[in-house]
């Protein structure tokens, strides 16, 4: 699949290989990429090896079908509900039947975002975890972080959401290492960031704050693995890396609807949310009420004063 996964390659590979349609195009976040797909009928015995890590939640139809890893053939029967969840860790192959026609979710994960989280949490032999395949499986935590990749692809066009896939992906791959592997390993908690390192994060996050800011930005800034990254930042800050970003450019936006008679698309694009859309979804979401008419009114019981 080459070094850096792409759109273009999920593309080619959904659509020559399941003979799927896109329902909508992908999105890109570090080392993941995600789309939404139709698919219908399905013969793959066994599949190419994959160069990363496949994770699909079905969100809408039903098929019947089998399913089995590494060729070692089965017969279990299921059908593939929504909010069923499909895994196939990077290196597998799986034979997969399937009949009927489902829309999915997936991502594609790449390796170093796996490798990251072992070496954080198996610091001693990161190399002997391994990661099993499932299928039809249901599971809260896992179905939270689809459905946040998911929202956040709808809303976005990859500047003010980027983080919060981001963080969100990195959660999924904690999850699957603690879950999956029968390993059950406690993930110690990072220290606080030092003063220094804090505020030279804030500074940066100012500095950039019209702009995309990736949590390895970010990271770079601290020395850190953007998982050490993320737990040192949300113990000294006492809310995630992601949720700053967003009250801050929040402020940022509601500084200039009250001084200025800045247009809202400008107001939007200069406090990093992109698309007026975004900068109208995050309001509601922490203002509950739409920025056009926080001009005129003020908050209505929002978070950020």
């Not at 959660?171 to 993930?187: K, P, V």
Request: proline share 4%; charged share 20%.
């Amino acid at each position: 699949m080459g070094d850096v996964l792409t759109v273009d390659h999920m593309t080619n590979f959904m659509t020559t290989q399941l003979g799927s349609a896109p329902i909508r195009a992908g999105s890109t976040w570090g080392g993941t990429v995600a789309g939404v797909w139709s698919q219908g009928d399905i013969d793959l015995t066994p599949s190419p090896k994959l160069g990363f890590h496949l994770f699909e939640m079905c969100i809408g139809g039903h098929c019947t079908g089998t399913t089995s890893f590494d060729a070692n053939l089965g017969d279990a029967q299921g059908t593939y509900r929504p909010n069923a969840l499909f895994y196939l860790p990077q290196g597998q192959s799986v034979a997969i039947r399937q009949r009927g026609r489902i829309d999915v979710f997936q991502m594609w994960i790449d390796d170093r975002v796996f490798s990251d989280v072992k070496q954080h949490m198996f610091k001693g032999d990161p190399d002997r975890i391994d990661i099993f395949g499932f299928n039809e499986r249901y599971d809260a935590a896992m179905l939270n972080c689809a459905k946040t990749v998911l929202r956040e692809s709808r809303n976005g066009t990859g500047q003010a959401e980027a983080m919060a896939a981001d963080i969100a992906i990195q959660q999924l791959a904690i999850h699957l290492l603690r879950f999956s592997t029968g390993a059950n390993r406690r993930i110690p908690l990072m220290a606080h960031l030092s003063k220094r390192a804090a505020q030279a994060t804030q500074d940066y996050i100012e500095d950039k704050l019209d702009q995309n800011i990736g949590l390895g930005d970010m990271a770079a800034v601290t020395g850190q693995t953007t998982l050490e990254f993320t737990e040192s930042f949300t113990e000294t800050f006492g809310q995630s890396p992601q949720d700053y970003l967003r009250d801050r450019r929040i402020e940022r936006a509601i500084t200039l609807l009250t001084a200025t008679d800045t247009p809202l698309d400008e107001i939007a694009k200069s406090c990093g949310f992109g698309l007026l859309s975004n900068m109208v979804y995050h309001f509601v979401t922490t203002q509950g009420v739409a920025p056009l008419h926080f001009r005129g009114t003020g908050p209505q019981g929002g978070n950020v004063q």
